[in-house]
Nanobody
Framework: QVQLVESGGGLVQAGGSLRVSCVGS????????MGWFRQAPGKEREFVGC????????NTAPSVKGRFSISRDNAKNTVYLQMNSLKPEDMAVYYC??????????????????WGQGTLVTVSS
């Protein structure tokens, strides 16, 4: 069974930092583009960023650029989202996703093939 499992969400004050992780199982994701999306209450799911299979290429949404960064450890089948300078508007459920093969320029959620269940990030003002 192919799974992506996020962890590391929680409550943080505005201006703080948090790192969420996503571990894959059931297949290797080392050849896939890995992405992060988020969905706030009452809003559509939105692209946060993604990283290429090799880890050398990244695409980051303008709303988080300079504050969020994505990394991966293919040996651990894991991708990370480091979030700094968090704002109340960053509060959302954060999902990781895998795009088989893929391109870092594909940012629509329907272009991703596997999804985690999400982890909630709450930012207090």
């Amino acid at each position: 069974q192919v799974q992506l499992v996020e962890s590391g969400g929680g409550l943080v004050q505005a201006g703080g930092s948090l790192r969420v992780s996503c571990v894959g199982s059931g297949r290797t994701f080392s050849g896939d583009v890995m992405g992060w999306f988020r969905q706030a209450p009452g809003k559509e799911r939105e692209f946060v960023g993604c990283i290429t299979a090799s880890g050398t290429g990244r695409n980051t949404a303008p709303s988080v650029k300079g504050r969020f960064s994505i990394s991966r450890d293919n040996a651990k089948n894991t991708v990370y989202l480091q979030m700094n300078s968090l704002k109340p508007e960053d509060m959302a459920v954060y999902y990781c996703a895998a795009q088989r093969g893929g391109s870092m320029f594909r940012i629509r959620s329907d272009e991703y093939d596997y999804w985690g269940q999400g982890t909630l990030v709450t930012v207090s003002s």
